[in-house]
């Protein structure tokens, strides 16, 4: 087999850089435990019919087939009944498992989920094809109170936050409210609600003279009202006043609205809260619009402050309908980390590195292959005090067995010593100590593996910003 | 949407079933990691033809398609040129990956890879379609040291030995050596030795009289040649006297070999090393073949004691070309866990539940809707000691709060006071202190979120034995 050549759109990380995204997953996992959420984990694949009633993503599924699959099982590719398709995102699995589940939940149930999602772009788009996602959403039945919408950002704050100490820059959580845009829109007079959306989505990448030329031929806007959205959409601020400004600005155009005033209260209320509990943090951003057309109250999305070209890094919103089985509804609010596009960034730009490449903090030496139990007894020793040991490959000369450690980023190396004994020639042979070694200072110490422990910054690798 | 009905094949557990699957993988993951094992993680696809290379498989695959796929992608069945597959084991991806990115790593890489695999059974045979295992190798380039293939079955016994105080039935580690079974076939003068491994595998399910049939009709072996080899499948025992009887056997039918003295060497080597380190736990038995040609050593199978007809639930052994670049040989040693296999009995027999269903420890009750940013407060001053806590969703009646943790399983509930103050009629107000109820017991003490505990056993919810 000839050396094989990376899929393009399907990252694999080496060793050091899977330790990074490791620690990456490990501290989202816990601020999510610690705020309550509990794990669960979706299977691959999906009904292709479930996947495909969101319209626009239906060109990104891949389709499954088993390749001995009998006729009868639907192998022609026009009928699409049983047929299952690799999930594209987190969300549609988990509408389908809150539905499949509900009378075993606990509502307002709160899930985290870190799971890998496909999606089969064109080759030529240099995008990912499969990556980490890591979902946080919580949904009721019935109704779910307004205050999940001002925690969920602040949950994601403080697990983005957790990353900043490993070198990852600081966040930003853009917020908005549908219930201003739609309530400021209506109440200009503006009824195509999803299509100013869609437009004003557009603002960063084609700027506010094509925004207006579109919102004016797309959603039958006057120049006046395009120039009243594009007003709307240059607000932001991190504190109450925005929403007095949004406030201003509907007063000025006349605009009076219900939905609005709500809206208003509602962006006022998660912007207040934020700014005690992560200042400067969350922004209110009254031009994130956010395409899809399910969401009806909170929308986020988070840059990396410096890398903003990169786009959104976590996004999400209310939703009143995330699932509904006819008899009862549920609605939720929830966001999405990229994880690997996070871990991409953070490898790519090196900023952040692993301290080491194996899990190891000693390598025990081996002084012949006929004493390997006796290294094999300290690493025992040193592992069931918690700490990560490997033992040398082969019984090479010191030298070469501290370089095997040096390799790899192990910082110490242990030297086994030997119980007090008789020689061949009956003469008593001394006990002699183990000794271990800081190959980085090259100290050397007499050490007893029952008690010695490493500095507790070299017992587990970690990540760390360059 | 009507309320969706479960896929066959493809497991799914409600919160607590995931907590105890994550206690495992945790458990499993710590011992990897003490014993200097790196993780990795590869890519769910690889080339369809390099999965098809193992013949035996190729009716398992699952093959993708992306649904709007153009015709010059490849679209037609016929043509597997760049057509992409999901893996179906760990070994398939991982030996690519070494091939990769050789000269990144460091060898012998010793790896553990977590993840879950995809066959394309039958749906009727109500086998898994999507499953987790958990693989430790150790790779070498051009050799190999022997000693590994005693680690690693002595790292599965530690991970899996893990589990038991939670419930899980104790392991039996299964070993035998292909250098015994080809070193006797061929000094017995049967040279089929992959066709005689094949019908020995068999032994199990349709005995002793079917396999010497079996035998004399498709490898040609005579009646006495047959039974020889069943004599061999009989031995078993955990200490070195079953090399012993091996050797006897072989004298007693004439047999003269390097082969299987080399191998009764090693399998003694592992059985001592193993009598020390994991007492009882590792079992030398002769009728192990696995079914696969590619194994040229130790090979290994582990059964649940109690709950053998699972099957092996932990596989693998010694090959001498795990991969080859035609330039240099990777050959390496490795076992494979069927987690979900594990989880799935350890849950349906009931011998393991979760402690609680949610990770919070605590639940902060919410006076009035006024007052949750003190409830909030509360929450965060307790969660910066690593405390898991969640807010009541509505601040209802407390017996209806109360009602909401013991419905999870949370332990503890926590009352905010208030500080002192002055009433609407300019009365003082005295401060209230904090208060936390262990709903169990019901008793209620004052406490400060600034420095109480809960016991360490209700930290975090556990995975424990029935």
Known sequence: ????????????????????????????????????????????????????????????????????????????????????????????????????????????????????????????????????????????????????????????????????????????????????????????????????LRSIDKLDKIGPDAVAALLVAESGATEKQAAACLELAGISGDDAGVVERVRQLAADHGVVSDLLETGCDELGALVTAAAERAPGVVVADLKIARGLDYYTGSVYETVLVGHEQLGSICSGGRYDTLASDGVHTYPGVGLSIGVSRLVSRLLGAELVRATRAVPSAVVVAVTSEE?????????????????????????????????????????????????????EDGSPVEAVADQVKDIRSGEQVEADAASWEPPAEDLWPRAEAV
């Open 1 to 196: 087999m000839a050396r094989p050549t990376p899929l393009s759109g399907f990252p694999e990380w080496l060793p050091a850089g899977r330790l990074v995204e490791q620690h990456v997953l490990d501290s989202l996992r816990r601020t999510f435990e610690l705020h309550g959420f509990v794990g669960i984990e979706t299977r691959a694949v999906e009904p292709l019919e479930q996947l495909l009633r969101k319209g626009e993503t239906s060109k990104e599924v891949y389709v499954l087939r088993r390749l001995q699959e009998d006729d009868a099982e639907g192998a022609d590719g026009a009928d699409r009944q049983g047929q299952l398709g690799l999930h594209f995102d987190l969300t549609v699995p988990f509408a389908r498992y809150v539905l499949e589940n509900a009378g075993h939940l606990a509502f307002p149930f709160k899930r985290y989920q870190i799971q890998k999602v496909w999606r089969g772009e064109r080759p030529q788009d240099g995008r990912f094809r499969e990556f980490v996602q890591a979902d946080i959403d919580v949904v009721g039945v019935g109704e779910l109170p307004y205050h999940y919408e001002v925690e969920l950002p602040l949950v994601i704050a403080e697990a983005l936050g957790s990353l900043t100490d490993l070198g990852m820059p600081e966040v930003r959580i853009l917020v908005n409210n549908r219930k201003v845009a739609e309530g400021f829109y209506r109440g200009l007079g503006l009824d195509d609600v999803d299509g100013v």
């Open 371 to 423: 004493t390997r139990a006796a290294s094999d007894r300290a690493a025992a020793a040193l592992r069931a005090r918690g700490i990560p040991v490997e033992v040398a490959p082969t019984a090479a000369k010191f030298g070469k067995q501290i370089k095997y450690a040096d390799r790899r980023g192990v910082p110490f190396v242990w030297f086994p010593g030997r119980p007090a004994g008789v020689a």
